[in-house]
């Protein structure tokens, strides 16, 4: 049996998530109403608009889906845009993030789009060497709970991707790469199968 896996279809690269996923093996549906949650074993939280995801969330009901999703056992991964949505906590004042994820986040911490930076970092749970990581005016985990495990980091130590049980988000967007890895990661994750910490 396939894995069921949504990708968040309300703005944002889902498309890119979807083909990639779908290339995997996955049974990909496109979630723009909450009911769509039932039975998927993992959900996308592609990158994008943050306020304008956020937005939209509100107004098709998923903060409670989303987190009762969460709660019995569903995996959940964000990607740039979809990190700054599952954080518990922003510096910045808007948008109000969903809570998701025990991290404090931080819009735009690399500057404006013209800062947009590609570059090779070594994720843990990955193996075959670096991850080729597309950076577009991505966020940054400032700090993280107990339970949160950073994966990944910049060479100057700035933490890019972090996990946590079945939660995973990433400050970069491995769909706009061929390397497929990281999909992977994420399909072991939504399978229960976890590495050890
Ligand atoms: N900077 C965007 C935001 O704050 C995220 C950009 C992205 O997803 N590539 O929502």
């Known amino acids: 049996m396939p894995l069921d896996i949504g990708v968040l279809a309300l703005q944002g690269d889902f498309q890119e998530h979807r083909a990639v996923l779908e290339s995997l093996g996955a049974a990909v549906i496109e979630v ?14 592609p990158g994008g608009e943050s306020t304008t995801i956020v937005k939209l969330v509100h107004r098709w009901g998923f903060p409670d889906a989303l987190r009762r999703f969460k709660e019995e056992g569903g995996a959940v991964w964000g990607t740039c845009a979809g990190m700054i949505v599952m954080a518990s906590e922003l510096l910045e004042p808007d948008p109000k993030p969903l809570s998701l994820m025990d991290i404090k986040v931080s819009r735009n911490w690399f500057g404006r789009q013209v800062d947009s930076f590609e570059t090779d970092i070594l994720v843990k ?28 980091t910049l060479r100057d130590g700035t933490p890019v991707a972090v996990r946590s049980g079945k939660l995973m988000a990433t400050a970069f967007h491995p769909e706009l790469t061929p390397d497929t890895r990281i999909h992977e990661l994420f399909l072991r994750l939504s399978a229960g199968n976890l590495p050890s910490v």
């Open 32 to 45: 723009r109403l909450p009911h769509q949650l039932e039975g998927l074993d993992g959900l996308v939280i």
């Open 125 to 152: 749970g990955v193996s075959g060497g670096p991850v080729h990581a597309v950076f577009i005016r991505a966020p940054s985990v400032r700090e993280h709970g107990e339970g949160v495990e950073t994966i990944a």
